[in-house]
């Protein structure tokens, strides 16, 4: 009887040692989280507002033909980066699809940019009838590293001049984006008026919690 209520407590303690451990590693891998959260949206692409977009390179999901940033240029692009295995991409694409006809006549064009295989995109594509222009490009492959894209949904504007003009979290809802596109135009007149005035960035709204985020890549 003794030996059996001495084995009995030595499990006790190791089932409360095993729960000791699993609440560490919970508390430790919530901090993450945590600290992840916290950093500033704009930090998913990190290419500086006001200065040249970097180089980049591309392919057309249809035709497979190459592309670098000169195909781009003389064109206001809002380029959207998403990724097949990304959730919150997927949900969001019709309503990223819904956007480009009212971006079109504000006269930009909504470029998809898929980090994946032309198979997986086509997929993608396919299965929420598309009919988005769309490029592909590998994931950790020059587009990425110049852009430092750190996470997506995600988008990066550039003027037509090849100037980058907002990026960060890609909002869910073109209201919330178009807003954040008028405020680049309005700075952008403010600027040409007085012929110094600095741009405003787009991300202020993003800064301030008007946005959420949705997925980063861990």
Not at 59 to 78: A, C, P, S, V
Not at 174 to 184: F, G, H, I, Q, T
Not at 203 to 214: P, V
């Amino acid at each position: 009887m003794e030996q059996f209520l001495l084995i009995s407590s030595i499990l006790l303690w190791l089932v409360v040692l095993f729960n000791l451990l699993l609440t560490f590693a919970l508390i430790r891998k919530l901090r993450q989280v945590t600290a992840n959260e916290s950093e500033p949206f704009t930090k998913m692409v990190d290419v500086k507002i006001g200065e040249p977009a970097p180089p980049l390179v591309a392919e057309t999901l249809t035709t497979g033909k190459n592309l670098t940033f000169n195909d781009f240029l003389g064109r206001t692009i809002n380029f959207i980066f998403i990724s097949p295995n990304c959730s919150a991409c997927r949900e969001s694409l019709p309503k990223y699809e819904a956007m480009i006809p009212k971006a079109k006549k504000d006269g930009i064009e909504v470029v998809l940019v898929s980090f994946a295989d032309p198979t997986k995109t086509k997929n993608l594509i396919n299965n929420y009838n598309l009919h988005s222009s769309t490029v592909i490009t590998p994931e950790g492959g020059l587009f990425q590293t110049n852009y430092k894209i750190h996470g997506w949904p995600s988008f990066c504007l550039i003027d037509a001049k090849g100037i980058v003009r907002a990026t960060g979290h890609m909002p869910g809802e073109y209201e919330e984006w178009k807003n954040l596109y008028d405020e680049w135009k309005k700075s952008e007149d403010l600027h040409k008026n007085s012929g110094g005035a600095e741009f405003i960035s787009l991300t202020s709204q993003i800064r301030s919690g008007n946005i959420t985020e949705e997925r980063r890549i861990s």
